[in-house]
């Protein structure tokens, strides 16, 4: 292994490296750890690290939206929040719905009409004052998370809403994340390899 490595991977990755390629993977290398408990030192400052780190918002790769981590097309992140085993709902800080997945068995029903609706209007009468509680924790910082969970037609269902805050700490909105729970609370000890059946 030392062998391919001297001879063969370290060669290639010197003949097509670039010095940009060398801080993406300074930048992964905390998350992934070093070998033998050696931690590098600071000595290595890439000479073009400024050009390298673009701000995220100026960010693009052909019809990819560049994130955090990697880059999906505006199609791909459409299917993927449609395939996860979620209902998802986004309000923005105005506390109007702007988003939610259109999965084909959503645990609640929603229709495109309430797009652009106050939130506080999609909810029985009774149960608006917890939705405005939730909002103003979530915008003043008191707290981030509020969670629920009901008995639905047989179905437990967890409900969970999530403040979402920028880099800065401001508040941009309320993730609602909906998902019915019984057949994970079924399981029992382990399945390691997948069965079809």
């Known amino acids: ?34 070998a033998f408990g050696v931690t590098p030192g600071t000595m290595w400052k890439p000479i073009s690290a400024s050009d390298v780190h ?8 052909g019809d990819k939206l560049n994130l955090d981590v990697g880059s999906l097309s505006q ?4 299917i993927m929040l449609k395939t996860l085993p979620v209902d998802i709902t986004f309000v923005d800080d105005k506390d109007e719905v702007a988003y939610y997945s259109d999965t084909e068995d959503r645990i609640f029903p929603r ?15 009774d ?17 981030d998370v509020a969670e629920f969970w009901i008995q ?5 269902i967890m409900i969970r809403y ?13 993730l609602e994340v909906s998902q019915e ?9 382990e399945r390691r390899l997948v069965q079809w059946s």
């Open 54 to 61: 673009i701000p995220l918002e100026t960010k693009s790769i």
């Open 162 to 174: 999530f403040a979402m805050r920028d880099e800065e700490g401001k508040y941009v909105g309320t």
């Open 1 to 34: 292994m030392i062998y391919k490595e001297e001879h063969i991977l370290i060669p290639m990755i010197m003949e097509g490296f670039e010095e940009s390629n060398w801080v993406s993977v300074r930048d992964g290398e905390e998350e992934i750890g070093y």
């Open 111 to 125: 229709s495109k009409g309430i797009i652009g609706r106050k939130v506080q209007k999609c909810h029985p009468p």
């Open 127 to 143: 149960s608006v004052h917890i939705v405005e509680d939730i909002l103003n924790k979530f915008k003043s910082g008191e707290k």
């Open 181 to 189: 729970l019984s057949r994970l609370r079924a399981l029992k000890g």
């Open 75 to 78: 199609k791909q992140i459409n």
């Open 152 to 156: 639905m037609e047989g179905n437990f």
